[in-house]
């Protein structure tokens, strides 16, 4: 028995026998069987698995449709990411907040003005 | 290679694969199943999973009840393992207004006969630990809802299709039909022309594209919706929670990780599947305003796939009236898989039979055509 992919214990027979239900690419084989979705994202057995398939359809490597390599590129914890987003959402927050004071402000000076304007 | 067939289906989805699988088990020889590239590598094997009986119209409801009760018995019948997981919907309100629908909503469920209920703040805790129960006025809670395996389930319908004689044929794009004295010509880019009497448009995404190669104005939009999930973790809850006030819904899946995806609704008409940032912002903001304790789960991996939207986000199914034996099964607005079971098995009933055991006419084409407003389904995420 032979490990393809260590992050979700994929071995080598589960990988075939993915391919003998008629995948030949290493996406639907992440699909069926799970291999390169684990927290590594395919970086040990995608090519194990391109291997794999090369020989048992008995097509050149280059010849593999490629997988979708997809964002992040590491396992990122959500605070991580809030502590980054909630600092842009209160700077936003806050800019909003002048626009609006500054707005208010102008059409409270200018608001004869703004009136005539409308009835014309 | 056979290029003539009794029934060709094009898109090689849940629908696709599970029409071929009906139609082959009610008897009919020589389907085939056309594909654009592999099997699932549309909508269907980038939604959520989730399968729910709990919707605001009577149409979609029982066409959920039907199939979830299909979905129950799915593995036995299709030799084949799906992860097909009853854990239940919760769905949470947090308004007034909501809990006026969803009342309303629990009110017609119950009386199509589904197990279903309002539950407070403290059944709600009990359903799902990790909420923070304090933002919500009150929830509905459906047990015999749950998820499957989207990948597994289209492969179990196309194994189980091949085994009766079908055909799919992968990796296969149309790009032309025509109809000549009743006969259907599909060109591909295989340089291969097929041909049959009777075709489905399963194409999801694609939909209006393929019947506007026959003239037919079949009005499906494809819009983007993304969705990530989290490392593997023991288990945290059964259910998928759906929140539409928030915007979100998330589900643990088998394997531990926590799928999680939402709705935007400045999301424009493209089939654009890219990943942006701004959802795994946004997506993370709701989810710890939702779950505040869950704050130091990682995200593994993200990615997107397209809702194929009408404008009353309910499915165009069955003939049309401008092209004879053209069958549509799309426009699912992202409850196709739920429905296919159930969707399926009617549609191979209209073909063979003339007359499907559930009606399917509400959910004609023909009610799109010359109109602007509609009846909506609400219960969308």
Not at chain 1, 1 to 19: F, S
Request: charged content about 25%; hydrophobic content about 40%; proline content about 5%.
């Amino acid at each position: 028995m032979k490990i393809v992919c260590r992050c979700q214990d994929i071995t080598e027979e589960e990988v075939i026998a993915a391919i003998r239900q008629g995948a030949t690419t290493i996406d639907e084989i992440k699909r069926l069987v799970r291999a390169g979705m684990g927290p590594c994202q395919g970086r040990t057995c995608r090519r194990l698995v391109a291997q794999i398939i090369s020989r048992e359809l008995k097509k050149p490597a280059g010849d593999i449709y490629p997988p979708t390599f997809r964002p992040p590129n590491r396992p990122v914890p959500f605070k991580l990411i809030m502590a980054e987003y909630g600092e842009q959402l209160e700077a936003e927050k806050k800019a909003a907040e002048k626009a609006a004071e500054k707005a208010a402000k102008k059409a409270a000076t200018k608001k004869p003005a703004a009136k005539g304007g409308k009835k014309a | 290679m056979k290029t003539s067939f009794d029934a060709i289906i094009i898109g090689g989805g849940i629908l696709g694969v599970s029409t071929a699988y009906e139609l082959a088990k009610a008897g009919m020889k020589n389907i085939c199943v056309i594909e654009r590239r592999y099997l699932a590598s549309g909508s269907t094997g980038r939604c959520g999973g989730g399968f729910r009986q709990q919707w605001s119209t009577e149409a979609n409801t029982r066409l959920a009840i039907r199939s979830v009760r299909r979905l129950e018995h799915i593995e036995e019948e299709l030799g084949y393992k799906t992860e097909f997981f009853q854990g239940g919907y919760l769905i949470l309100s947090h308004s007034a207004e909501e809990t006026a629908q969803f009342e309303k909503n629990v009110a017609m469920q119950r009386r199509l006969g589904l197990d279903v209920k309002i539950v407070d703040r403290a059944e709600a805790k009990k359903i799902n630990p990790y909420l923070d129960v304090d933002q919500i006025e009150c929830g509905t809670w459906c047990p015999t809802d749950g998820h499957i395996s989207p990948f597994l389930l289209t492969q179990a319908y196309a194994n189980a299709a091949r085994r009766l004689g079908a055909e799919i044929h992968l990796w296969t794009n149309v790009t032309g039909l025509m109809k000549k004295s009743n006969v259907f010509f599909v060109m591909t880019d295989k340089g291969v022309t097929y041909e049959t009497p009777i075709l489905f448009n399963c194409a999801g995404s694609f939909s209006r594209t393929i019947g506007q190669m026959l003239n037919v104005e079949i009005p499906v939009d494809p819009y983007r919706h993304e969705i990530l999930v989290t490392e593997p973790v023991e288990k945290l809850w059964n259910p998928m929670i759906i929140d539409f006030g928030i915007g979100l819904y998330a589900r643990q899946e088998h394997s531990g990780g926590v799928v999680m995806g939402m709705g935007d609704p400045n999301e424009p008409v493209g089939t654009f599947v890219g990943s942006s940032m701004h959802f795994m912002f946004e997506m993370s903001r709701r989810f710890t305003l939702l779950f505040p304790k869950l704050g130091s789960l990682r995200i593994v991996r993200q990615w997107a796939g397209l809702y194929e939207m009408t404008a009353d986000a309910q499915p165009v199914l069955g003939p049309v009236d401008e092209v004879e034996n053209f069958y549509q099964a799309n426009g699912f607005s992202g409850h196709g898989l739920m429905l296919a079971p159930a969707v399926s098995e009617l549609l191979a009933e209209q073909v063979l039979k003339g007359k499907p055991s559930l009606p399917i006419d509400d959910l004609h084409v023909r009610r799109f055509r010359g109109k602007q407003e509609f009846h909506r389904e609400k219960s969308v995420v």
